[in-house]
């Protein structure tokens, strides 16, 4: 069964404080793996795109990277406004189509206290 | 700015009301999602349209109807929902078989 697993449910930091999530994910014939800030109220916000195990990529404070069973996303030194849902999501291709579609974590609700 | 601009942001609707939900985007996608998203919870497929095309409809109650009137638009239209359907309903475009995905920043109904 195909399923995504993202932890700690919930992680609150004290700014400047760095600390990493995790997302595991069990899906066959994964084309990508790829995370999302959602703000509440507020549509997914697209982050990275991670394709193969080694892979890495940085934006501000942020760093994904991707093995063969789980991403890790780092938060270097975060701030108050880092505060969001993570959301982790591997993207298959069906088969016999040429669509695919998103399995989505729960997410990971992060909290930044100044 | 968001590239998937969705309206209206909110909509307070009873039980014996039909109204729609639009989306449009102008990035060139032919792949356009609609989904549903509870409070805490992750985003649910409800349907996607190809082409133009229904291509895939998650056992979504007849009480959703959506609609592609072309390459750019995604309708969603709702009659005699309940409450439990309250939610924030997301729509998303993407290019065919690729995930990159680009999500509107969604409508929050409430059904009373």
């Known amino acids: 069964e195909d399923q995504v697993t993202q932890s700690p449910e919930a992680l609150r930091l004290q700014e400047g404080e760095s600390s990493s999530l995790n997302c595991s994910y069990t899906v066959s014939g994964l084309r990508g793996l790829f995370w999302y800030r959602q703000d509440p109220g507020k549509g997914p916000e697209f982050l990275f795109t991670?394709?193969?195990a080694g892979e890495e990529k940085e934006k501000e404070r942020l760093k994904a990277t991707l093995t063969k069973k789980e991403s890790f996303l780092h938060i270097t030194a975060p701030k108050p406004e880092d505060s969001a849902t993570y959301l982790c999501a591997a993207f298959r291709i069906d088969r016999g189509s040429t669509l695919g579609r998103l399995y989505f974590g729960r997410g990971t609700q992060l909290t930044v206290w100044p | 700015d968001t590239e998937v601009t969705q309206t209206p942001k909110h909509l307070v609707m009873g039980m014996t009301n039909k109204k729609s939900l639009k989306c449009e985007q102008h990035?060139?996608?032919?792949?356009m999602y609609w989904y549903k998203q509870k409070a805490k919870k992750p985003p649910e497929l409800m349907f996607v349209?190809?082409?133009?095309?229904?291509?895939i409809n998650e056992s979504v109650p007849s009480r959703f109807s959506p609609e592609c009137p072309n390459s750019s638009l995604l309708n969603l239209h709702l009659h005699a929902l309940q409450p439990e359907d309250s939610a924030l309903y997301l729509c998303a475009s993407s290019q065919e078989g690729l995930g990159g995905y680009t999500f509107g920043s969604g409508t929050r109904l409430t059904v009373v």
């Open positions: 990035m060139g996608h032919r792949a």
């Open positions: 991670l394709y193969s």
């Open positions: 349209y190809s082409y133009e095309k229904l291509s």
